[in-house]
């Protein structure tokens, strides 16, 4: 193995043993340490003495069991002799990057960060526009007769409105921009609610097998993000089974101890939450695996669709404090492993369940564009609301100090005053009542605890339905 062929780009002290610690000297602050041939513990053990900071790379053939010990002595990975010089200094940056405040599996490569800004930089207007169209798609749903041939193409408008807006979802997902409402869920339960739809679409060439461990503990994540990870998931899994199979899902709470991370040097140790997506589809090589969660880097789904969507997974288990990786099944296929941070015990469990509730007597909108006001105003008015508008935060709040409203429905991005430090006014005028906040893209804008409930955050573009349910969800829960 050549030294200098590990050595670009890396500050490396490579060391035979323990007694090579005296050409310390010779190496300025190094990055990584990489002993070759080293299978004691002792020498772990000395090296992380010397270098608590500094990340260390084990190049030795070990078994399991002794790996495992190196790893609980203080190395960082553990490879193999015959492992390729490239992997050996991919070993050494991602050691590298755990030592740092983000880790390597939460680092973006920076193309893929311009990515996520991109899309962030672009959410809201886009969110907004695609809102105006559905809104009008939906207005000339209803003034067409049912037999008029203009009903195709309106439906295609609709069809392309809706793609476009889960790519914007996809990407903000991937970007970690998008916004999420975190609550304490049951994990076992969402799953089990959710298989019976997964079912009915998926026809009788797929079984779907659950292997769900008692006791699981709750985790604290976006109901909705979490049962978008395990639809794409799903989904994917019956793309690589183009005449059917096996769909397993198991979950089990697990530790991240030095068992692990020997195969997984980067995770962070401690308890988690594990969910497990197997399916029985021809097994991938190992860069295929890596790139799988990169976006166009993998495999595409379908005629009309992206390789956008595991993407997406990625960016959900990782805003959500998690991590993923892809493997291979035990005997065929792929195997994708989430983990997530158990919640706390004395967090209460959200439920699932809707509550339904009177229609409310009169609604403050909060919204700054034009279109997006009036398809708004139209759908509540439509259904027995009565809607005063506002364009503004400032104008929001002289409505409110001057009347009686049952809900206040704001946009989170707002000229002057957001959505956010409106609703903070408004909490502290009127305790109790019920806020919808709104929005194409918040950014930082929303902090956690801000919204009460994933109940009370809608994402755009949606349609008046979906608004209407919600408003009448929200007037009912406060009641």
């Not at 209803?142 to 809706?162: C, K």
């Not at 026809?203 to 709750?218: H, K, M, N, Y």
């Not at 769909?247 to 594990?274: K, N």
Request: glycine letters at 6%; aromatic letters at 4%; one cysteine or more.
């Amino acid at each position: 193995m050549s030294e200098d062929a590990v050595r670009h780009a890396l500050r490396v002290l490579m060391l035979a043993d323990a007694s090579a610690l005296g050409s310390v000297s010779a190496v300025d602050r190094p990055d990584v340490i990489i002993v070759q041939c080293a299978a004691e513990s002792a020498t772990c053990r000395a090296m992380a003495t010397a270098f608590p900071a500094t990340p260390l790379i084990v190049v030795a053939d070990v078994d399991e069991q002794v790996a495992v010990r190196l790893v609980e002595e203080g190395a960082d990975a553990v490879v193999p002799t015959s492992t390729t010089i490239e992997s050996i200094a991919q070993a050494a940056r991602d050691a590298i990057m755990v030592q740092r405040p983000k880790r390597a599996h939460e680092q973006l490569p920076p193309q893929l960060q311009a990515l996520g800004r991109l899309a962030g930089g672009v959410a809201h207007d886009f969110n907004n526009l695609l809102l105006v169209i559905d809104g009008n798609v939906e207005r000339l749903m209803r003034a067409l007769p049912s037999r008029e041939p203009l009903r195709r193409p309106v439906h295609a408008i609709a069809a392309a409105s809706r793609r476009a807006a889960e790519l914007t979802r996809q990407l903000l997902a991937f970007g970690r921009g998008q916004t999420l409402i975190p609550a304490v869920i049951d994990l076992n339960a969402t799953i089990d609610e959710l298989l019976p739809i997964i079912r009915r679409q998926l026809g009788p060439t797929f079984d779907i097998v659950t292997r769900l461990s008692p006791d699981l503990p709750a985790i604290r994540a976006d109901r909705a993000q979490v049962i978008a990870a395990l639809t794409n998931l799903i989904a994917n899994a019956v793309q690589s089974m183009p005449h059917g199979g096996t769909i397993t899902i198991a979950t089990d709470a697990t530790e991240a101890d030095a068992h692990m991370r020997v195969r997984h040097p980067w995770l962070t140790p401690g308890a988690f939450v594990r969910v497990q997506v197997t399916d029985c589809g021809p097994l991938m090589d190992s860069d295929t695996l890596e790139r799988l969660f990169e976006p166009f880097g993998n495999r595409a789904g379908e005629p009309g669709t992206t390789s956008l969507a595991l993407s997406s997974v990625y960016g959900i288990v990782k805003q959500s404090g998690g991590f993923i990786w892809a493997e291979p099944g035990d005997t065929s296929g792929t195997r994708i492993v989430m983990l997530f941070p158990p919640s706390h015990r004395d967090q209460p469990i959200e439920s699932s369940n809707r509550i339904g509730g009177p229609t409310c007597n009169r609604v403050l909108l909060v919204e700054d564009d034009e279109a997006v006001r009036e398809f708004l105003v139209e759908s509540l008015s439509r259904h027995g609301f009565v809607v005063e508008m506002a364009t503004s935060a400032e104008e929001a709040l002289e409505h409110w100090s001057s009347a009686r409203f049952d809900l206040l429905v704001t946009d989170v991005v707002l000229p002057g005053i957001d959505g956010r430090q409106l609703a903070q006014q408004v909490r502290s005028m009127s305790a109790g009542t019920p806020i919808l906040f709104m929005s194409g893209y918040t950014g930082d804008l929303l902090e956690d605890g801000d919204v009460d409930s994933s109940r009370a955050f809608l994402q755009k573009p949606f349609t008046s339905a979906t608004l209407v349910d919600r408003v009448r969800e929200l007037i009912g829960t406060s009641s």
